[in-house]
């Protein structure tokens, strides 16, 4: 079973940075899609960056030249370097991981991100 452990959140000043990692475990299969949602409080779930196994990115427009995602094959892990942070930016992020020929989805437990002065 595929389990994600993530890690790197949690309050740092607006303007600030932090970095977001995610390791996947517990499968041989390839992991063909990694990616950050993140969930503010009363809001919807929504994307915020993906990356595929070959390293095309995507990203939602507010995160736009501030958030950079990166992964490692090798060590089925998924980063997410924030920069710029703004306080909008609050919310818990969830790795997300498509796993297999069948994508299946795999959710992180989220960690808190709090940008505030």
């Known amino acids: 079973q595929v389990q994600l452990v993530e890690s790197g959140g949690g309050l740092v000043q607006p303007g600030g940075s932090l970095r977001l990692s995610c390791a996947a475990s517990?499968?041989?299969?390839?992991?063909?899609?990694m990616g950050w949602h993140r969930q503010a409080p009363g809001k919807q779930r929504e994307l915020v960056a993906t990356i595929t196994r070959e390293g095309s990115t995507n990203y939602r427009d507010s995160v736009k030249g501030r958030f950079t995602i990166s992964r490692d094959n090798a060590k089925n892990s998924v980063y997410l370097q924030m920069d710029s942070l703004k306080a909008e930016d609050t919310a818990v992020y969830y790795c997300?991981?498509?796993?297999?020929?069948?994508?299946?989805?795999?959710w992180g437990q989220g960690t808190q991100v709090t940008v505030s002065s």
């Open positions: 997300v991981v498509f796993v297999g020929n069948f994508l299946t989805q795999v």
């Open positions: 517990g499968t041989a299969r390839p992991i063909h899609i």
